[in-house]
């Protein structure tokens, strides 16, 4: 009884029971030309489908994709080392769970609905065994083990109650730095370098550290950019505006190709750290303006109130404007992180391997030539569906958070 | 609106209380200023030295010295034996023109597209609805590749489909008779640039005449119909006058290699065309949709009351409406399928960043390149903004 | 939002401005190649992200039987010491014969082994090398930040890159020449043939600049395809977007093997250019480039004696002055280069000689075959030519 979930309780306006005859033609004939329209668009779809299906039958290069799932997920991260981002994983699933426990809602959804997708991969992992990169721990007893750490991490955290939200919430933000050391290694664990990093691990990580990195530098953009100081606003205009106007791959050239330049020596900076800092610096200007959005949204009352009841410029900003500004642009700040994650693709530009370059090249390897075709339908289709499932679900899990966000105002 | 609150920049200046708050305004801007220059400083200083020790000052005399690099296709005459400055305006134009007739068609699809999911048609609202959720949670670049690869699957150019001998499909692009200047175009000219002239010569006449009478009217199409008509009066007259018309049609040809006459539309070029018009149409077609929901109901049931059909409600009374609040996003997702168009590296089609890139090769002038790019970049960007915005006053303005 | 457009935008043409400035005021001193050049770089500590060594640098330094390297303070020989392996720039797409990867995940080639040569003579030890695959377009500028030590790949050496992009070549490994290949169905014989015709390139190379040269001197007209990438560029020609494909010939023969029929394409005779590829260092460090270009000749050098993997442990004994020079049994001549007296032992030892190198990975037991051509020694009537060890 910890949580609550919170259901909208209101009646719906009572419904109509219509026939399907009457649906039909109040929904796909009502006018003729709605009719043309409907007729029209049934035999396109049933062209599209049966022929999309006929394809996916018959389609040869489905091998291309499934054989090389290591390359695609983790690109040429040694196989020996594979359980550390399981371990990584496991590690924040193990967080979602708790958390799930501990604050429901939408949480719990994201939270079971991870669990639900790791045991069907499990169950799919467990029909297939003999796909290559397998390690010690069999690919189904992982997925069904991350099912498992989410189920039990809710149970626990339910059991445990509201003490845990400190040290969680300590947790998350030690996070980001744990899955990284996981990862690369260090502190006695042997180092895996960043340049056999890819795949899907790439892509997550350039994402979750555009944003999480980028978050501290857009707030204080946001808050610079309301300054009243002339020198400091004028400042932050320059480089939101300067940094929106440009697109990114010339922000991931310039990361490229100048940062080296600006620090002294001739030591080289990984490239993977070049990609990161072009893609922090370009999205701390994109949060920068949805912050500021929120800023402006909260009523001139709050701040006057602050004021009267004597805190002072610091104090009324972090404790009472950009608590509210932040919450109110939450929405606004998972659809940039889907924008980054779909952006991050660009990064096979400045020759970085992520999920779209682990595709490329599986598509230019030798042992598909004598496929007629080619096999880079099969492949594409398969990352797409990838970034597809996780921006779709994240897109849902935004709309759900604003809707809720709406609801508790009125 | 914010004058009482000047937040510090950072933990770097803390002053747990205070007297004149005008004085350490200052103080703080100064220091921040400071900062900010020392850091630059910083920057740039070991840039150099970095360079200088690679013999590799920045310099931009290389824009007058011939590029020797062939470029696939361009708007203005190109060859090697041109500068790489030149090539570098090729690019530009490239990509003002892959940005440009793309922005056209995204608008044209996006407003096809925000009206059909909110049809009443079940079916298209929903095929409208599936076409959205799937090419915007897909990444742009990965769509561009994907149709990029799909001009593979087109018969090589010896056995290009053809159209009816207008249109050829092949794997290099779309080859299509286009129209060409033939010996009295000239001639014709003339009364095509005569009907412009009247044209507007007969609009600003109209113009004057409204704001005299300070009422509103509308000029413009009749001046464009006055200027159309005057040119194809003189396409006939010149046809009757010289026994052949001003204008032939140019058939393509294959040749031993390629299609000669007509127009090709390189497969990079269309490839990178559909994948940023499918894009942004799906963001156009959002703004449009919630544009026309923000126009209030009353509108929709009172045009429909005073006997305006489904159609005309939406031409008359909702679009004009709508387009007030569409017009602010719709000027960023311009600018963005202006800079999605960057992504042209992944299809091979010569834009901005592509040539950059390019020269930056063989030069390795590597600041001076990003300098221009850049700088490049945000004019395109701000002339954009500034048309739109002229625009948007504009809409304001006969709105009243 | 107008206003701060036109901020960012006198902000940026301010920037432009201060960069013109600047060249304006240091362009004199660019022309000369002054010796300032030549002076020693800032030690500094290794930024955070760069590989910290995994293994004790100092033990695999200490040489088995010769005299220890000298290299100068703080030059990237010390540096590569104590990193513990060599950075090594090579193609990114496979190109078999000098780079490619194999199912195992072995990088093997002629390029690679000159990689695995620098690193036996720095190490005694081939596989402390690290492959950092690179494009075209991103070559020399991996070599310019220092993200790599050294590119050995099929890079040609010019004028221009030498001069312009700030490096400098080692010794050509290999003489090429920019060819052409066409499908045997198309009747084109000569370049003449080709007038109108659509080609492939990749960009970022010297053959998109010979390629655009030759047709012009030859008043030919042609379209260019250029792909940053070289599968691209293979799989757009192999797909029939191009008629032709132009690359050096022996990036040809390996491409040939890599298309879905090889039996359809040729290579025409025509050879368009110069090719001279071989390792390229950044400039402004000329121990290190000594060392680079004296591993090369090494190489030649042995084969010249005859001495190879397999009877180098005889030539040991042997009491010919020039050999015993040679093998750093006498003298100490490689201490003025950084590297270990004994440095072509461990070379013949771990790699070969050329002769073993070019059989290894083209020759013909391969399915290059391609003949020695230029690339033998100068008295095979080719142009490999060491300069005396003594």
Avoid at chain 1, 362 to 374: A, R
Wanted: charge should be positive; aromatic fraction near 10%.
């Amino acid at each position: 009884m910890a949580t609550e979930v919170s259901r909208p309780t209101s009646r719906r306006a009572p419904r109509q029971q219509i026939g399907l005859i009457e649906w039909l033609r109040k929904n796909l004939f009502s006018t003729w030309y709605n009719a043309i329209i409907t007729v029209i668009l049934l035999y396109l779809i049933f062209q599209t489908v049966t022929s999309f299906v006929a394809w996916m039958v018959t389609a040869p290069g489905w091998p291309a994709a499934f054989t090389n799932i290591k390359l695609l997920l983790t690109w040429t991260y040694p196989v020996e080392q594979l359980w550390r981002p399981q371990a990584a994983m496991a590690l924040v699933l193990l967080l979602l769970g708790l958390s799930s426990g501990l604050w429901g809602g939408i949480v719990r959804m994201v939270a079971f609905g991870a669990a639900a997708v790791s045991v069907l991969l499990g169950f799919v992992a467990f029909t297939f065994p003999d796909l290559p990169g397998q390690t010690s721990l069999p690919g189904w007893l992982f997925m069904f083990l991350c099912a498992g750490l989410l189920v039990g991490g809710d149970q626990a955290a339910r059991w445990i109650g509201v003490k845990l939200r400190w040290p969680l919430i300590v947790a998350w933000l030690l996070s980001y730095p744990a899955v990284i050391l996981i990862l690369r290694g260090g502190l006695g664990l042997p180092i895996v370098e960043t340049k056999l990093w890819g795949g899907l691990i790439l892509t997550l990580i350039l994402a979750i550290s555009g944003i999480v990195l980028s978050f501290p530098l857009g707030v204080l953009l946001a808050l610079g950019r309301r300054s009243s100081l002339p020198v400091i606003r004028i400042f932050c205009v320059l480089y939101i505006e300067l940094i929106r106007g440009v697109p990114l791959v010339t922000v991931l050239f310039m990361g490229a190709l100048l940062l080296p330049l600006f620090l002294p020596g001739g030591e080289s900076i990984d490239a993977l750290v070049r990609a990161i800092v072009a893609v922090t610096l370009f999205s701390a200007a994109y949060l920068a303006e949805n912050v500021r959005g929120g800023l402006q949204s909260i009523p001139k009352g709050q701040i006057e109130a602050a004021r009267a009841l004597g805190l002072n410029v610091v104090q009324t900003t972090l404790l009472i404007t950009l608590p509210q500004a932040l919450r109110a642009v939450v929405p606004v700040l998972v659809g940039q992180f889907i924008a980054l994650f779909k952006d991050t693709s660009l990064v096979v530009i400045i020759g970085l391997v992520d999920l779209l370059g682990a595709a490329q090249n599986i598509v230019g390897q030798p042992e598909w030539l004598g496929t007629p075709g080619g096999v880079w339908r099969e492949t594409f289709l398969v990352i797409a569906a990838i970034y597809w499932v996780f921006s779709f679900t994240m897109s849902r899990i935004s709309k759900r958070i604003e809707d809720q966000i709406a609801r508790s105002r009125h | 609106m914010a004058a009482g609150s000047p937040p510090l920049p950072s933990g770097k200046v803390t002053i747990p209380f205070y007297r004149d708050t005008r004085i350490i305004a200052i103080i703080v801007q100064i220091v921040f200023a400071i900062a900010v220059a020392a850091l630059l400083w910083y920057l740039y200083s070991n840039m150099m030295n970095g360079l200088r020790q690679a013999n590799l000052l920045p310099t931009f005399a290389f824009l007058s010295v011939p590029s020797g690099f062939p470029i696939a296709e361009s708007v203005i005459p190109y060859d090697p034996s041109m500068t790489y400055g030149r090539a570098f305006v090729v690019g530009i134009l490239n990509t003002v023109r892959v940005a440009g007739i793309g922005i056209i068609l995204a608008t044209i699809l996006g407003l096809i597209l925000g009206i059909a999911r909110l049809s009443d048609n079940w079916l298209l609202r929903n095929v409208a609805l599936v076409y959205v959720e799937i090419v915007r949670n897909v990444p742009l670049l990965l769509q561009l590749i994907f149709w990029f690869s799909l001009t593979r699957l087109f018969p090589r150019i010896q056995e290009s489909i053809d159209v009816g001998g207008l249109l050829f499909l092949h794997n290099r692009g779309v080859t299509l008779a286009w129209p060409q200047a033939a010996n009295d175009f000239d001639v014709w000219m003339v009364w095509v640039y005569g009907g412009i002239v009247v044209g507007i010569v007969y609009y600003v006449v109209r113009r004057i005449q409204f704001a005299r009478r300070d009422r509103p009217g509308v000029a413009l199409p009749q001046a464009l119909l006055i200027a159309f008509g005057i040119a194809l009066i003189g396409f006939f007259t010149t046809y009757f006058a010289y026994g052949s018309w001003p204008v032939s049609l140019s058939i393509p040809e294959l040749q031993r290699f390629n299609f000669v006459g007509g127009i090709t539309v390189t497969n990079s070029f269309a490839a990178l065309l559909v994948g940023l018009v499918i894009y942004t149409a799906v963001f156009i077609g959002e703004i449009v949709r919630s544009g026309i929901l923000a126009v209030s109901k009353g509108q929709r049931e009172a045009a429909r009351a005073l006997g305006l059909t489904p159609g005309q409600t939406m031409r008359l009374v909702i679009l004009p409406q709508a387009l007030r609040v569409i017009i602010p996003p719709l000027t960023s997702q311009y600018l963005n399928l202006t800079k999605n168009s960057s992504l042209a590296v992944a299809v091979a089609y010569p834009d901005l960043f592509y040539v950059a890139n390019t020269i930056n090769n063989q030069t390795g002038q590597a600041v001076p390149v990003i300098l221009m790019l850049m700088a490049s970049y945000l004019s395109v960007s701000l002339l954009t903004s500034l048309f739109m915005n002229w625009y948007n006053r504009r809409i304001q303005l006969v709105e009243r | 939002m107008r206003k701060q457009m036109i901020l960012v935008l006198a902000g940026l043409l301010s920037l432009v401005l201060a960069a013109c400035g600047g060249q304006a005021q240091q362009a004199p001193t660019t022309a000369p190649a002054q010796p300032a050049t030549t002076a020693p770089e800032q030690p500094t500590a290794a930024p955070p992200a760069s590989p910290a060594p995994t293994a004790a640098p100092a033990a695999t330094s200490a040489p088995a039987g010769g005299t220890p390297a000298q290299p100068a303070a703080g030059g990237l020989i010390e540096r590569i010491l104590a990193r513990g392996t060599l950075i090594c720039g090579v193609n990114n797409n496979p190109l078999p014969g000098f780079s490619s990867v194999d199912a195992a995940g072995v990088r093997a080639g002629f390029d690679v082994d000159f990689c695995r040569a620098i690193a036996a003579a720095l190490f005694d030890d081939p596989n402390k090398v690290e492959y950092r695959p690179l494009s075209a377009q991103e070559r020399f500028t991996a070599l310019q930040t220092g993200e790599i030590d050294v590119l050995i790949r099929n890079s040609t050496w010019t004028l221009g890159r030498d001069g312009n992009l700030g490096l400098d070549w080692a010794p050509t490994t290999f003489y090429d020449g920019q060819g052409m290949m066409v499908r045997k169905d198309s009747g084109i014989n000569t370049l003449e043939d080709m007038n109108g015709a659509t080609i492939c390139v990749q960009t970022g190379t010297t053959t998109e600049l010979n390629l655009a040269d030759q047709f012009r001197a030859r008043g030919l007209t042609f379209t260019p395809v250029v792909f940053p990438d070289g599968d691209a560029t293979r799989a757009a020609y192999d797909a029939g977007q191009c008629d032709g494909f132009t690359t050096d010939k022996s990036g040809l023969v390996s491409s040939l093997t890599l298309l879905s029929n090889p039996a359809d394409h040729k290579i025409l005779e025509v050879t368009m250019s110069k090719e001279p590829l071989g390792p390229a260092v950044k400039q402004g460090d000329p121990q290190w480039f000594d060392a680079v270009r004296w591993i090369v000749f090494a190489t030649f050098q042995a084969e010249e004696y005859g001495i190879t993997s397999k009877n180098v442990d005889e030539f040991l004994k042997s009491d010919v002055p020039e050999i015993r020079r040679f093998l750093g049994i006498e003298g100490d001549l490689a201490k003025g280069i950084g590297l270990p007296n004994d440095f072509a032992v461990r070379i013949i030892r771990h790699v070969g000689n050329y002769a073993e190198i070019y059989d290894r990975n083209l020759g013909p037991n391969t399915p290059f075959n391609l003949p020695r051509g230029l690339n033998a020694l100068y008295t095979n009537g080719g142009l490999l030519y060491s300069p005396p060890f003594r």
